[in-house]
């Protein structure tokens, strides 16, 4: 069946340091969404790509879609101790479900 | 802003017993999940729900769940003879039919003893 990869698993930074999630599925995508979960919370939305090689910013930020609808990335640059959390991605199947497909996650953690 | 609520947001059950999580997803909205994390690990996909059937289901979802919609606004989820396994969140989610964009609620955490 479809999945869906994402790596690192786990990312410690000092707060102002860069990080970036990779995301691969074993199949084309229709679109790719992100989600944020804290500690404890439940997955948020953060941002959905359609388009092969779409590039999206949201402050600091940056979600790519690649150009064959299999990968995606997210980058957070100069990291604050408020980016804490897990940023999943999930691949999106445009069928009659819509049943996203979830990445296994990143866990940040920003030292402060 | 609208949200999807889902009660309770804890329930401790024994082994062997009945659970029905609750949902009320998003006014309006027109497909239903459920989804499930096991601490530390990552969310899953349980079941979708649309015009009132199942419109796909996971592996995970075997012959102890199902899910109703009894009325306009809730949606359930029900664990028949709960095992330890099943501990876990359980999420719900919406999706309006048109974004793909899928919402979820803040969970149900179920410890199963």
């Known amino acids: 069946g479809q999945q869906v990869m994402q790596i690192p698993q786990y990312q410690h930074v000092q707060e102002g340091e860069d990080f970036t999630t990779y995301c691969n599925s074993s199949?084309?995508?229709?679109?790719i969404q992100w989600y944020k979960q804290r500690p404890g919370g439940h997955p948020v939305f953060l941002i959905q790509l359609v388009k092969s090689g779409e590039v999206k910013k949201q402050k600091r930020l940056t979600f790519q879609f690649g150009e064959a609808k299999k990968n995606s990335s997210l980058h957070i640059t100069a990291t604050q101790t408020t980016d804490v959390g897990t940023y999943f991605c999930?691949?999106?199947?445009?069928?009659?479900?819509?049943?996203?497909?979830f990445g296994s996650g990143t866990r940040l953690l920003v030292r402060p | 802003e609208p949200e999807v609520t889902q009660t309770p947001s804890h329930q401790v059950t024994q082994m062997g017993q009945e659970v029905i999580l609750r949902c009320v997803p998003i006014s309006n909205h027109l497909y239903f999940y459920w989804y499930r994390q096991i601490l530390g690990q990552k969310v899953e996909f349980l079941v979708s729900?649309?015009?009132?059937?199942?419109?796909?289901k996971s592996e995970i979802f075997d012959d102890q769940f199902s899910v109703e919609r009894p009325d306009g606004s809730n949606f359930t989820l029900k664990i028949r003879s709960t095992k330890l396994e099943d501990s876990a969140m359980y999420f719900c989610a919406s999706e309006a039919g048109t974004s793909g964009v899928v919402f979820f609620g803040e969970g149900s955490r179920l410890t199963v003893l």
């Open positions: 729900f649309y015009n009132n059937e199942i419109s796909e």
């Open positions: 199949t084309t995508l229709s679109n």
């Open positions: 999930a691949g999106l199947r445009m069928d009659s479900s819509y049943k996203l497909i």
